[in-house]
């Protein structure tokens, strides 16, 4: 996808606003404020898992791509495809989910449009949604500032939107109550907003945390140093993964946030989201060297995490 992007839309699509590694970008504007905007398409399968459905996830991917921008959302807008024969009581409950998880972000869905297809020409409903917010004059985010010596965090267990939608497919023969992370980080990215030191925000969703991990080796051109002991996973996901043979540092979220901080702030920034996220970690560092992920194992070895040239779990999100 990276090298799609990078070949073909870049090129073609190129202008002064477009940067094609940014969740969203500012466009000009007088004022105190920076307009910024983001959009993205969301065709999980299935529709509806344990803690939400293709709605709610649609407005938390919105809200959390500008959040992590440094930005507040305002208004969203949607395209809705449904496929025909769709039942109207589904489609209710994602509206629901949608507005609900809408009215808890403080953005609002200003436009849209529906479109119909034939049968068998998508599985049942598939989103488009666009974000605007805004961001104050003079807030810097990006993964050019990265630095050597800086520190990376996360904001909670990782890989539970990934595991929890696995199970909801039922394509194993497996069951639980696991649910997905999907939430807004719009609180936890507004706290770190205030630690001085903050280079960058991302909102780990499809590849996980070590595909994260790899976008920052590749831009810094440092290497990037994890702590397995460090990174929270909670023991369903771990469980699962085990059975399963997935790695959860691969896996999918939709309610956390990866920052990255100067090293002497990294306290600080710690502790300004384990007030709102008790669960946060510090889990690794930016080093000189390769640009490569390297995991200390809990067991004392190291181990170089590889970059996916496939998508683990297609659909995710």
Request: hydrophobic share 45%.
């Given at each position: 996808m990276r090298?799609?992007?990078e070949?073909?839309f870049?090129?073609?699509?190129q202008?002064p606003h477009l940067?094609?590694?940014a969740?969203?970008v500012?466009?000009p504007l007088a004022?105190?404020?920076?307009l910024?905007v983001t ?11 344990p ?7 649609a407005v938390h991917?919105?809200v959390n791509d500008?959040?992590v921008?440094?930005a507040?959302p305002r ?7 449904l496929?025909?024969?769709l039942?109207i ?7 629901a989910?949608?507005?609900d998880?809408?009215r808890?972000s403080?953005i609002?869905?200003?436009a ?8 068998g020409e998508?599985d049942?409903i598939?989103?488009?949604a666009?974000?605007i917010?805004l961001?104050?004059?003079g807030?810097?985010?990006g993964?050019?500032r990265?630095?050597?010596g800086?520190?990376?965090l996360v904001?909670?267990?990782i890989?539970?939107?990934g595991a929890?939608?696995?199970l909801?497919?039922q ?5 639980g109550d696991l649910k997905?992370d999907?939430?807004?980080v719009?609180?936890e990215?507004?706290a770190?907003m205030?630690?001085?030191?903050l280079?960058?925000?991302r909102?780990p969703t499809r590849?996980?945390?070590a ?8 831009a810094?051109?440092?290497?990037i140093?994890?702590s ?5 996973i909670?023991?369903a996901?771990q469980?699962?993964?085990?059975l399963?043979g997935?790695?959860?540092?691969y896996l ?7 920052a990255?901080?100067?090293a ?15 669960e946060a ?8 060297g390769?640009?490569?992920v390297i ?8 181990r ?8 683990p779990?297609?659909?995710i999100c």
């Amino acid at each position: 996808m990276r090298e799609l992007i990078e070949e073909l839309f870049a090129p073609a699509l190129q202008n002064p606003h477009l940067d094609t590694r940014a969740d969203a970008v500012p466009l000009p504007l007088a004022g105190d404020h920076e307009l910024l905007v983001t959009t993205d398409g969301f065709t999980v399968q299935p529709l509806e898992f344990p803690g939400g459905n293709i709605g709610s996830l649609a407005v938390h991917g919105t809200v959390n791509d500008l959040a992590v921008s440094g930005a507040s959302p305002r208004y969203m807008t949607l395209s809705v495809f449904l496929e025909e024969g769709l039942e109207i009581a589904l489609l209710r409950r994602v509206i629901a989910g949608l507005a609900d998880a809408a009215r808890a972000s403080g953005i609002a869905v200003v436009a849209g449009d529906t479109k119909v297809v034939g049968r068998g020409e998508c599985d049942g409903i598939y989103l488009a949604a666009t974000g605007i917010g805004l961001r104050p004059q003079g807030v810097r985010l990006g993964l050019d500032r990265v630095r050597a010596g800086d520190r990376l965090l996360v904001s909670g267990p990782i890989g539970e939107h990934g595991a929890a939608v696995m199970l909801a497919r039922q394509e194993f023969g497996l069951r639980g109550d696991l649910k997905s992370d999907a939430a807004s980080v719009l609180p936890e990215a507004q706290a770190l907003m205030s630690v001085p030191g903050l280079r960058f925000m991302r909102d780990p969703t499809r590849g996980g945390l070590a595909t994260v991990a790899h976008e920052l080796a590749r831009a810094s051109q440092r290497s990037i140093h994890l702590s397995e002991a460090q990174i929270p996973i909670n023991d369903a996901v771990q469980s699962v993964c085990e059975l399963l043979g997935f790695d959860p540092l691969y896996l999918a979220c939709e309610g956390r946030l990866v920052a990255v901080v100067a090293a002497a702030t990294a306290g600080n920034a710690l502790s300004a989201l384990r007030a709102i996220a008790p669960e946060a970690g510090l889990i690794g560092e930016v080093r000189e060297g390769p640009a490569q992920v390297i995991l200390a194992t809990a067991f004392g070895g190291l181990r170089v995490l590889d970059e996916l040239e496939d998508d683990p779990l297609p659909r995710i999100c």
